[in-house]
């Protein structure tokens, strides 16, 4: 096989590989990881009325929908489809570990409100206790991995938007950090393959011909992924911190009032000043950090002020 067939095959097998997985596999998983923080930031009523839009596309639509309206925020619904009765149990939060006690609590629930079945729905996890308690029952579990395709379609479009292209940007950039991955391990397999084939009289001169290019393919392949490697993707706790520093910069800066990161890719500004006035100091403190320069921040007008609620972005992916 000539050497530069074989580092073209490896570079091609090796990049086309690694694409695939991170845009079929990783994309939709980090979607979904980043379509459960939004969801984790919503407020309790809010994510029990998505919940509940997403049963009803179920056939399952809330049987006192009227007493709701006039009730505090609450967790437990009882559903219905025809003559059957189900029960929903709502755990608000991604920090939710759901264990045995849960699904007992709502298995009882069940038996004395004469129920055919349950849901227990979370943004969090259902941990090994509570899937072994829930064996015997009829109570269907939607946990984090579950629970997002059921409510994908009903968020905010905007948003969906946001989480989608969210993804997207970061399936592309790893895509290609890792082809020029696959480029330098073809031009390595290049170089190992020169050095263990035999070499004659007649093709010495070849071979030294050959080992120049596979050099300067692998200078060329390293060179370019130094920019690559200076970007780092902050942790969760240096996330937060990069979000606490963003919000006590900006209340020292005048002509806002108020700074509440509603998601981790929404910011709302209150604001007294003109739009014009503050958002250069709004970008200046979100573009010192590269995961949050995309934020999407929502100015609110100023109190008594008919201006109507703007969207916008210092940055776009």
């Not at 939710?96 to 629930?109: C, G, H, M, T």
């Not at 900006?250 to 503050?278: F, H, M, N, Y």
Request: proline share 6%; hydrophobic share 40%; glycine share 6%.
């Amino acid at each position: 096989m000539s050497i530069w067939l074989l580092g073209l095959a490896v570079t091609l097998v090796s990049g086309i590989a690694a694409t695939v997985y991170f845009w079929l596999i990783r994309r939709p998983h980090d979607e979904m990881s980043y379509g459960l923080h939004a969801l984790s930031g919503l407020r309790w009523r809010e994510f029990s009325k998505l919940v509940l839009a997403a049963m009803a596309r179920r056939g399952l639509m809330e049987a006192t929908p009227e007493q709701q309206e006039s009730r505090e925020p609450q967790s437990t619904f009882l559903l219905a489809r025809g003559d059957e009765r189900w029960l929903l149990s709502c755990k608000h939060g991604s920090a939710y570990r759901i264990a045995a006690a849960p699904v007992q609590e709502l298995a009882a629930s069940i038996r004395l409100g004469a129920a055919q079945g349950g849901i227990l729905a979370t943004e969090g996890k259902v941990e090994k206790e509570g899937r072994d308690a829930a064996q015997g029952t009829n109570i269907e579990l939607l946990d984090g991995p579950r629970l997002w395709p059921e409510v994908r379609d009903l968020i905010e479009p905007s948003l969906r938007e946001q989480i989608a292209h969210y993804a997207t940007a970061r399936a592309k950039r790893h895509a290609g950090i890792s082809w020029l991955g696959a480029i330098t391990l073809g031009a390595l397999a290049m170089a190992v393959w020169s050095g263990t084939r035999p070499t004659t009289a007649t093709d010495a001169p070849a071979a030294a011909a050959q080992v120049v290019p596979a050099s300067a393919k692998t200078t060329a392949a390293v060179a370019p992924s130094t920019p690559q490697e200076s970007f780092h993707e902050p942790t969760e706790a240096e996330l937060e911190a990069q979000m606490r520093d963003v919000l006590k910069a900006l209340s020292k800066t005048p002509g806002i009032t108020r700074g509440v990161w509603q998601t981790k890719l929404t910011l709302s500004i209150d604001r007294v000043a003109s739009e014009k006035d503050i958002w250069p100091w709004i970008c200046l403190e979100l573009e010192r950090y590269p995961a949050l320069s995309t934020t999407r921040v929502q100015l609110n007008p100023p109190p008594g002020s008919s201006e109507p609620v703007r969207w916008r972005q210092c940055r776009n992916m």
